[in-house]
């Protein structure tokens, strides 16, 4: 398994699963791996390369507004993430 936002490899115990409800209410408030601070891995990669961000940032958001399965986060992504959206399903709308 790897994580559904840096793509790194995750263990059945060391993953985290993310209810799609929670993303989805996270990226409505402006959560974006791509721009977040502490999920920039992707996007260092791609200004390394000289490519712009935003292109890939919207398709992101556009990709994970309508998905609806949940989403399995590393140990890393997953404490950035509860640090600035929390975990508790109802407090993501
Ligand atoms: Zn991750």
New binding site residues.
């Given amino acids: 398994m790897v ?1 559904d ?2 793509n ?1 490899q995750v263990t059945a115990a060391g993953g985290t699963p993310v209810p799609a409800l929670v993303m989805r209410g996270a990226v409505l408030r402006g959560f974006n791996p791509f721009t977040t601070p502490g999920f920039d891995s992707n996007a260092a990669a791609l200004r390394a390369l000289g490519v712009s961000v935003e292109p890939a940032a919207s398709e992101w958001r556009e990709r994970a507004l309508k998905d609806a399965s949940d989403w399995l ?2 140990q ?2 997953h404490h950035a993430f509860t640090a600035r959206f929390g975990s508790v399903p109802g407090s993501a709308l």
Avoid: R, S, V
Wanted: charged share 0%; net charge neutral.
């Fill in positions: 994580c936002l840096c790194a986060l590393c890393n992504c």
